[in-house]
């Protein structure tokens, strides 16, 4: 139905930036709201940031100011621009769409998750 695939983690040093890409895909399908969660070991999952189709945006606080969370619709696409990481953001980010499939009804997807650390 959808599949969401994230690209764009990696290891960098505190300090640093990375900027993680989901690229959301099925037949016909309408993507709405879209977000970033976090899972740090021995933790919950928890929202980063989301935005929904109009562009409206939320943070958690831990990100605000430093994180940025954008969309491209044409392209079914959620970035998360990560400046000035800190150790505590390390985790696995997982990619999140709330989706209309052809059937109509709604269902909330998830990608496989992409590991983000920070450490020097």
């Known amino acids: 139905q959808v599949q969401l695939v994230e690209s764009g983690g990696g290891l960098v040093q505190p300090g640093g930036s990375l900027r993680l890409s989901c690229i959301a895909s099925?037949?016909?399908?309408?993507?709405?709201?879209m977000g970033w969660y976090r899972q740090a070991p021995g933790k919950q999952r928890e929202l980063v940031a989301s935005i929904t189709r109009d562009g409206s945006t939320n943070y958690a606080d831990s990100g605000k100011d430093r994180f940025t969370i954008s969309r491209d619709n044409a392209k079914n696409t959620v970035y998360l621009q990560m400046n000035s990481l800190k150790p505590e953001d390390t985790g696995v980010y997982y990619c999140?769409?709330?989706?209309?499939?052809?059937?109509?009804?709604?269902?909330?997807?998830w990608g496989q998750g992409t590991q983000v650390t920070v450490s020097s």
């Open positions: 099925g037949n016909r399908i309408s993507i709405g709201t």
């Open positions: 999140n769409a709330r989706a209309t499939v052809q059937s109509g009804l709604r269902y909330t997807y």
